[in-house]
């Protein structure tokens, strides 16, 4: 099952295409100051009667303004929006707003047809390329609609093609554009399906339904490599933390990997790791019920891989990555695990459950030790692991802790390049006292108030000694609380471009 919204996504350029003619619900005319040297404009203003520059300077005043027009005499188009355009000086998310606001409003007018003159102005220190990539990338992922629950009341995407119209663009540099497009495009997918798995009530998405899904990608994506791990399997492996957390379900618990092999056959992978809890009650610490059903949020970070490794095989990228889904359900029972129980992890070392509410880190250290037998060049993990987060970085950044401050620095970056912000926190030394308790060689909680998702990453790090090791903490990223409960499909993005800008040598 593709999870794709647009059937296509066109690159055309002015030169070639007249505005006039275009058959299309929707045009969008971001202006800038480039925008009324474009030929194709000056055309189409002048069949206006000049209404359309009119507008443009009675109501794009301020950053960011637009106006939208009905029909006109003699123009194909059945609506046009004029929209104020960016300046170079406007950071990367601020671009991803704009052409957010675009998709959204697309969809409100029921169009089919998207057609957006973009014009060539782009942030500081990016390219045409950078532009097209993100207007693929972002209109796809907000033509979404989730609605699979729904029988009576569903609505469904309206937008079903997008034409980015690109101004003096030919030759090579239009097919590396439509090269962009097809990127932009593939990433978009790869939030989708994230946003999907997400989206999901935790009923119909257990680690028994995600296995379902992961195990469907092969139908589309022949290339990759799915394996998948039952409590069997776990328990041979000694992974006695990870099946700590499923104790309590009736839901049995899953892990699944995948591998994608586009890279020469000598390169060491990168190792994504997810947390994939389709539920957190908390367990028997049960969890306050306000806005619990935002804990089906919880595997976010498993759909992020998910949705990562479906683009990169869309992509045909040439890169070696193998993607961990660490999924189960945290429930309270007769069976589940209590406060004070120690179980032993795959590693060797024993764990003292203080909490049955920090379950992420306890299937997460298991994940990680398994990863290890891949010889990673890296490995990353993304979990919505902390409420703390949420206090520390607001909704804006995602948490970035690490062993390698180069890896730390490369997913800053990747974050900013793709409007899919991080930011870091310290993880020393220091830090590390509070997984001390006399029962086990570790605790599952420490540290009290203080700093809670360094000290979750620090329990992390006792795991990740052999390599290097970035840890992502998206509780407060993977989707919104209000006004409007959503996954958003982060850290796709993010890691999207991490891994195909080949940046991390
Ligand atoms: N899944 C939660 C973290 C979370 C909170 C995600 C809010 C999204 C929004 C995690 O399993 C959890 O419960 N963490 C505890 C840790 C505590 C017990 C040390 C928390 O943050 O309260
Ligand atoms: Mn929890
Ligand atoms: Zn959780």
């Known amino acids: 099952m593709a999870y794709k919204v647009l059937n296509n996504i066109l690159v055309k350029d002015t030169n070639s295409t007249s505005l006039i003619t275009l058959n299309t619900s929707l045009l969008v005319l971001v202006i800038n100051k480039n925008t009324k040297n474009n030929k194709a404009f000056i055309d189409l203003d002048k069949t206006s009667k000049g209404y359309i520059k009119k507008s443009i300077s009675s109501h794009l005043k301020d950053n960011g303004s637009s106006v939208l027009l009905p029909q006109i005499s003699g123009i194909k188009a059945e609506s046009i929006m004029l929209i104020k355009g960016l300046d170079e000086n406007a950071p990367t998310h601020k671009w991803l707003s704009q052409y957010q606001g675009i998709a959204k409003l697309a969809n409100k007018l029921k169009a089919k047809n998207l057609n957006i003159l973009c014009g060539n102005v782009f942030p500081k220190g990016k390219n045409e390329n950078w532009l097209i990539e993100m207007v693929a990338k972002t209109i796809e992922s907000n033509a979404y609609i989730f609605s699979d629950t729904k029988n009576k009341t569903a609505k469904k995407p309206s937008l079903k093609n997008l034409t980015i119209l690109t101004s003096g663009l030919s030759g090579s540099d239009l097919s590396k554009a439509k090269q962009s497009a097809k990127k932009g495009f593939a990433i978009g997918e790869g939030v989708n399906s994230a946003k999907y798995l997400g989206d999901m009530p935790a009923n119909h998405c257990t680690p028994r339904i995600i296995e379902k899904k992961v195990k469907a990608m092969k139908k589309d994506f022949p290339k990759l490599k799915i394996k998948s791990y039952n409590e069997n399997d776990l328990a041979k492996m000694k992974m006695g933390s990870f099946l700590s957390v499923g104790r309590g379900s009736d839901e049995p618990s899953r892990m699944m990997v995948i591998e994608y092999k586009g890279g020469s056959p000598s390169e060491k992978p990168i190792a994504l790791v997810g947390k994939g809890i389709t539920f957190d009650t908390g367990g028997v610490s049960l969890k306050p019920p306000q806005a619990m059903d935002e804990m089906k949020w919880d595997m976010c970070g498993a759909a992020s891989v998910f949705g990562v490794m479906s683009t990169l095989a869309r992509l045909n990228a040439k890169v070696n990555v193998v993607g ?42 298991d994940a990680l030790t398994f990863v290890g037998k891949y010889k990673p060049r890296y490995v990353i993990d993304m979990a919505t692991l902390t409420g703390a987060v949420v206090i520390a970085l607001g909704r804006h950044a995602s948490g970035v802790m690490a062993n390698d401050q180069y890896l730390a620095d490369m997913i800053i970056n990747a974050g900013e390049d793709s409007g899919d912000r991080a930011w870091q926190l310290p993880l020393w030394d220091e830090h590390q006292s509070c997984t001390k308790t006399d029962y086990a060689d570790l605790a599952n909680i420490g540290g009290g108030r203080e700093a809670g998702t360094i000290h979750a990453a620090a329990f992390l790090s006792k795991f990740t000694n052999d390599y290097k090791w970035a840890h992502i903490d998206i509780a407060a990223t993977a989707s919104y609380s209000t006004p409007v409960k959503a996954g958003t499909g982060r850290p796709v993005p993010l890691l999207s471009e991490l891994i195909l800008s080949k940046k991390l040598k």
């Open 324 to 365: 961990v889904m660490a999924c189960a359900e945290n429930m309270c029972s007769a069976k589940a695990t209590k406060p004070g129980d120690v179980v032993t992890s795959m590693s060797g070392q024993t764990i003292e459950i203080l909490n049955t509410d920090a379950e992420g880190r306890l299937v997460l250290c």
